[in-house]
């Protein structure tokens, strides 16, 4: 078993006692630490080791670590702890992680046996979610063994009244497999997904009934997965569907997918077809087909929006590669209000008629209205997924008195007259963005998105990295290649203000603000400057 890892370790220590019995003594420092896909910023903790007679083989210890800033699974991880009583080949381990809304207990031990074996027992689990907590059942334990030729798991089983999760069975690490032993099982059964919604979104946006499987077979370096999932019953931003589930499987670099949503009278969705594991291979065929009469259904899934409603009917075909794909349908939205929790502002009457046919979008028809009715309007043709330069750009963006937002950070209501033109590699963008209303309170922005202190360490000067001469060229961004003629119109209405302006824990208080501003901006920029 190999564990590459990168990081920086400091310690400082004394060593004390006789020969016959010394005892070390410090603290310890990690800082950066990467290893596979767990990262970590920094760690910190103390330790205390004997090594009698200083033979390895007769060292005993304990340590105390604490960690911030993890990162796993795609998930950040804001502390753990970690405590361990060990000796040369065992330890002893309790330990907690933390997530933003959840948290993992866990108690074990990790011994090393001959032939490069490594287990892990675990003796107590518990998975804390909002509102509720997974553990392991009384009295049990599992075993977690890694030898240099295969990974077991002995039924690592959490549960929660009825719910249950269980993670079982074993596989090979490289090929050719043991078809008669090599299989992996991670099976859900009742289980509510509602915490588990929460935990991740921050609210409790789905409800329902998940049961499911997922069957992992073959070797490690070329696994066969196929899962089953079901998630009953349930509602989605408290409005009820039937199921949405199906199954999901990959073999030889493909993922095969075949998930439907039934909502009853609000209409169904699917989501079918195959997708490649390499960005660059071809095999990319996926077909999203809706018939939607409660959009509302699936806003979850959207993110960033809420108490959505109104229909959506069409269909979408996606084909070629993950990194050049081609996408042709249409798609109707008839009738669709929502909110932006993040602006503080609802929309209404939403009415599009959409078009895509070769990746090129065709804006026939969109108007939308904000709260006080006024109404923003778009048309015209984009191709959004080009790869080149020639994928043109002709786009009309009207408004008049439109609001962006209305919340506690301020208030911003403009009108748009904006035409874009030429390609998307080299946009032209020309007109005129008047500030009808303008209002920004400057603490609360100062309070959400500065850091908590005033002071910036001063990290010692590096000089720039060597230029290679043979690297391949940068590819121009889309700024560098724009072309840009706006005038920002502000007349005389754009209220910036705040009280008792200071950033946490900052030394210096500028006291509080009241500006007025007016005026005209003319932005203009040349493509390439």
Same mark, same amino acid.
């Given at each position: 078993l190999e564990i590459v890892a990168k990081g920086q370790v400091r310690t400082e220590g004394r060593l004390t006692g006789p020969f016959s019995n010394p005892i070390a003594r410090g603290t310890a420092v990690v800082s950066t630490l990467s290893a596979y896909d767990i990262s970590v910023l920094n760690a910190d903790g103390t330790y205390e080791v004997r090594i009698p007679e200083f033979l390895a083989e007769r060292m005993t210890g304990t340590a105390d670590l604490k960690a911030t800033f993890l990162e796993a699974g795609g998930q950040q991880w804001p502390r753990a702890a970690v405590k361990a009583t060990f000796d040369a080949d065992s330890a002893d381990i309790v330990g907690t992680i933390e997530h933003e809304r959840a948290a993992i207990d866990l108690a074990g031990a990790v011994t090393m046996q001959p032939? %490069?074996?490594?287990?892990?027992?675990?003796?107590?689990?518990t998975l804390r979610l909002?509102?509720?907590?997974?553990?392991?059942?009384?009295?049990?334990?599992?075993?977690?063994?890694?030898?240099p030729l295969r990974l077991t798991? %002995?039924?690592?089983?959490?549960?929660?009244?009825?719910?249950?999760?269980v993670l079982a069975g074993g596989l090979s690490f490289t090929a050719p497999s043991d078809p008669a032993r090599d299989q992996l099982r991670v099976d859900a059964t009742a289980v509510s997904v509602a915490p588990f919604v929460t935990t991740f979104l921050g609210e409790e946006r789905v409800t329902g009934t998940l049961n499911g499987s997922v069957v992992v077979t073959g070797a490690l370096d070329d696994p066969l997965v196929k899962g089953t999932f079901a998630v009953t019953?349930?509602?989605?931003?408290?409005?009820?569907?039937?199921?949405?589930?199906?199954t999901v499987a990959m073999s030889a670099g493909i993922t095969t997918m075949d998930i439907s949503l039934d909502a009853g009278e609000r209409g169904t969705a699917s989501i079918t077809g195959t997708v490649p594991v390499d960005t660059e291979a071809g095999g990319l065929d996926v077909t999203i087909v809706a018939a939607l009469k409660d959009v509302g259904v699936v806003a979850p899934a959207i993110g960033y929006i809420s108490n959505a409603s109104g229909t959506a009917?069409?269909?979408?075909?996606v084909t070629g590669s993950i990194a050049s794909p081609a996408v042709n349908g249409d798609m109707a939205l008839t009738g669709i209000q929502f909110e932006v929790p993040e602006t503080g502002v609802s929309y209404r009457n939403l009415n599009a008629t959409l078009r895509v046919a070769d990746s090129i979008l065709i804006v026939e028809r969109f108007t939308m209205e904000d709260e006080d009715g006024s109404v923003l309007r778009v048309n015209g043709r984009l191709d959004v997924l080009t790869r080149d330069s020639a994928g043109d750009v002709d786009l009309r963006i009207v408004s008049s008195d439109f609001k962006l937002l209305g919340n506690q950070f301020g208030d911003l209501s403009v009108s748009l007259d904006l035409t874009g033109a030429g390609t998307v590699?080299?946009?032209?963008?020309?007109?005129?963005?008047?500030?009808?209303?303008?209002?920004?309170?400057? %603490?609360?922005?100062?309070?959400q998105f500065l850091p908590s202190t005033a002071y910036v360490s001063a990290?010692?000067?590096?000089?720039?990295?060597?230029?290679?001469?043979?690297?391949a060229p940068v590819p121009p961004s889309v700024f560098s290649g724009a072309a840009l003629s706006i005038d920002v119109i502000l007349p005389d209405n754009v209220i910036v203000r705040g009280r008792g302006l200071r950033t946490d824990d900052g030394p210096?208080?500028?006291?509080?603000?009241?500006?007025?501003?007016?005026g005209m901006l003319q932005v203009v920029k040349a493509r390439g400057g």
């Open positions: 032939e %490069d074996v490594v287990e892990v027992f675990a003796t107590a689990l909002p509102g509720e907590e997974w553990s392991m059942l009384a009295g049990a334990r599992s075993l977690l063994r890694v030898d798991v %002995d039924r690592l089983e959490l549960a929660k009244g009825t719910e249950r999760l019953e349930g509602t989605a931003d408290k409005i009820p569907f039937t199921s949405v589930g199906g009917n069409g269909t979408v075909r590699t080299a946009p032209q963008l020309i007109g005129a963005i008047t500030i009808e209303r303008g209002r920004f309170e400057v %603490d609360q922005l100062l309070q990290a010692p000067l590096t000089p720039p990295p060597a230029v290679d001469s043979h690297a210096i208080g500028l006291g509080d603000i009241n500006l007025t501003l007016g």
